[in-house]
């Protein structure tokens, strides 16, 4: 059964740094995109970071230069390397698996649970 685990989030100030882990389980890794999304408290999840099977990444403008997210498939784990963080980087922090289904022709998507990042100025 397919699984996406967060961990890493927590309390720090403006200007600190925070590493998220992403653990996946029943997800063929070689050949799937990757990402991390956001969901602050009032507003809709927006799009961080993904990186696909061969290493191409690609940021949200609010968060580039800031963050890098990287992946381990023989470890099964993504990254997500958060640095300068802000208070308007406070929210729950989603990992995501999206793999092409040749049969239906479309994605195949999977979440997480999320883990809290809260930034204090």
């Known amino acids: 059964q397919a699984q996406l685990v967060e961990s890493g989030g927590g309390l720090v100030q403006a200007g600190g740094s925070l590493s998220l882990s992403c653990i996946a389980s029943g997800i063929i890794l070689s050949d799937s995109t990757m990402g991390w999304y956001r969901q602050a408290p009032g507003k809709q999840r927006e799009l961080v970071a993904t990186?696909?099977?061969?290493?191409?990444?690609n940021y949200a403008d609010s968060v580039k230069g800031r963050f890098t997210i990287s992946r381990d498939n023989p470890k099964r784990t993504i990254y997500l390397q958060m640095n300068s963080l802000q208070p308007e980087d406070t929210a729950v922090y989603y990992c995501?698996?999206?793999?092409?289904?040749?049969?239906?022709?479309?994605?195949?998507?999977?979440w997480g649970h999320g883990t809290q990042v809260t930034v204090s100025s």
């Open positions: 995501t698996a999206n793999r092409w289904n040749s049969r239906t022709r479309w994605r195949d998507s999977y």
């Open positions: 990186i696909t099977s061969v290493g191409s990444t």
